[in-house]
């Protein structure tokens, strides 16, 4: 039983423009989510969280929307850059539940 | 501060042999945790440690194990490997074992079982 999970397994977009990349999850004791990019031959990096008690959190370009009531939630990055390309991971974790549970990961390619 | 540093950065091993990765946390951080992550598959939690205690552990066979030093430097190992085990292991690193606090990832050993 996948917890957490990112349906699109690529994504792309044209520099610019804004990438939306959503993530759903299954178990409502989640209260705090993350998302990590990662590059080849690298491991992942945080790039924004959010906890349960809003719904935004915003970083930049980066920006993270929660819906609890749907157990959606969505990162968007306004304007997209040709370095923006990565893998982005999305995770979710339960107070005092130890660490995170991880999504498979969307592919982000942004053109030039 | 120096990042997480895994080693070895890739290993080639045969069927039924058994491997042991290491992993060196930022200093000061005594969470470590240990992630599996192969295509289409995410990465999977397999166990995290703190304070030489293991605090948490993946839907793992008793195969994976792992354990933590004084100094907080973490292994772990596979024993009596299988082709499915093949994949790039990564090792996560942060202050304290919170649900909230930020890990710090290693770059990872690539395993492949042949």
């Known amino acids: 039983d996948q917890q957490v999970k990112q349906n699109s397994p690529s994504l792309s977009v044209q520099e610019g423009r804004i990438s939306i990349l959503n993530c759903d999850y299954t178990?409502?004791?989640?209260?705090?989510f993350l998302w990590y990019k990662k590059y080849p031959a690298e491991g992942p990096t945080f790039l924004i969280s959010?906890?349960?008690?809003?719904d935004k959190n915003e970083d930049g370009r980066f920006t993270v929307f929660l819906n609890k009531s749907a157990k959606h939630l969505s990162l968007h990055i306004v304007p997209s850059q040709p370095g923006d390309s990565a893998v982005y991971f999305c995770?979710?974790?339960?107070?005092?539940?130890?660490?995170?549970?991880f999504g498979d990961g969307t592919t982000l390619t942004v053109k030039p | 501060k120096a990042g997480v540093t895994q080693t070895p950065r890739y290993l080639i091993k045969t069927r039924g042999q058994q491997v042991t990765l290491s992993c060196s946390p930022i200093?000061?951080?005594?969470?470590v945790s240990w992630y599996q992550q192969t295509p289409g598959q995410g990465l999977q939690f397999l166990f995290e440690?703190?304070?030489?205690?293991?605090?948490n552990k993946g839907n793992f066979p008793g195969r994976f194990s792992g354990r933590q030093f004084s100094n907080s430097r973490s292994e772990m190992n596979v024993s009596t490997l299988e082709l499915g085990d093949s994949a790039l292991y990564l090792c996560?690193?942060?202050?304290?074992?919170?649900?909230?606090?930020?890990?710090?990832f290693g770059p990872g050993t690539r395993l492949t079982v042949l």
């Open positions: 996560a690193s942060s202050e304290q074992p919170s649900s909230t606090d930020t890990q710090y």
């Open positions: 178990n409502s004791m989640f209260d705090y």
């Open positions: 959010i906890s349960s008690i809003k």
């Open positions: 995770a979710a974790s339960a107070t005092n539940a130890g660490k995170s549970t």
């Open positions: 200093s000061g951080h005594r969470s």
């Open positions: 440690y703190f304070s030489e205690t293991q605090r």
